[in-house]
């Protein structure tokens, strides 16, 4: 069983920014592709940026230049630098980890948290 905490959300004026952290425990981290998610208010979760076990990054077109996902496997932590925050960024953000070495598969979330940017 994995164990993810987020920390690093907060309000924040348009233009700002803020770093997200998560922090895995329970099983060996360098086998998990990471993600960061986000759902705002009525809308569906979505995916915003994810780091392969190798490092090879990809996330939403909205966010490129703006965001920057990157680990420490040797803190069992992913980050999420958000940078020229706007209110549309407004969300709950989630850490997502899934397996990729045997077992694959295996999928975990943190409690998520709130990221509110003001105009």
């Known amino acids: 069983q994995v164990q993810l905490v987020e920390s690093g959300g907060g309000l924040v004026q348009a233009g700002g920014s803020l770093r997200l952290s998560c922090a895995a425990s329970?099983?060996?981290?360098?086998?998990?592709?990471m993600g960061w998610y986000r759902q705002a208010p009525g809308k569906q979760r979505e995916l915003v940026a994810v780091?392969?076990?190798?490092?090879?990054?990809d996330g939403l077109d909205s966010v490129k230049g703006r965001f920057t996902i990157s680990r420490d496997n040797a803190k069992n932590t992913v980050y999420l630098q958000m940078n020229s925050l706007k209110p549309e960024d407004t969300a709950v953000y989630y850490c997502n980890a899934v397996r990729v070495r045997v077992p694959t598969g295996l999928s975990y979330w943190g409690q998520g948290t709130q990221v509110t940017v003001s105009s």
């Open positions: 780091i392969s076990t190798s490092g090879d990054t």
């Open positions: 329970g099983d060996i981290f360098s086998m998990f592709t």
